[in-house]
């Protein structure tokens, strides 16, 4: 597991420059997302992370990963009101009107229901095509 310090804050916000803005994406909320994240790549197949390393797969993904929530969670308006969390879930839906009528359905999932709300952001595909990547490595023992 990776201790996530205010070092890893920084290079987390030098990464991925969506999130620079302390105000909108206060260091305490990046913290929480970056530890949620942390714990979904706590797999050997997703190695050691390596701060100094912008190759680094482990990284990389829990970035990815975090920066996902953290769209997901408050919208790309950020999180400055930090009780604003969005509770609706969110699948791929599409919609179609012609004239008056109207309907929305639910576009094929990418992953198995539980996973799909992945594939609703940039950063949650990124995660989900290195944890394909990761889930193929050849493992050595």
Known sequence: MADITEDVVAD?????KAFTDGD?????????????????????????FK???????????????????LVSYYGAEGAKDQTAIKPDARLNV???????????Y??????????????TTIYGVMFVTLRRR??????AV
């Open 12 to 16: 987390f916000r030098r990464v991925l």
């Open 24 to 48: 909108l994406w206060p260091t305490e909320i990046i913290t929480q997302q970056l530890i949620e994240a942390d714990c979904w790549t706590a797999g050997l197949m997703w190695g050691k």
């Open 51 to 69: 701060l100094d390393d912008d190759h680094n797969f482990k990284k990389r993904g829990m970035y990815f990963l975090a920066a996902h929530f």
């Open 94 to 104: 599409a919609g179609k009107s012609v004239g008056d009528e109207s309907t929305e």
């Open 106 to 119: 639910r576009i094929t999932a990418m992953e198995s229901t539980a996973d799909d709300f992945l594939s």
């Open 134 to 139: 990761a889930s193929a490595l050849p493992m």
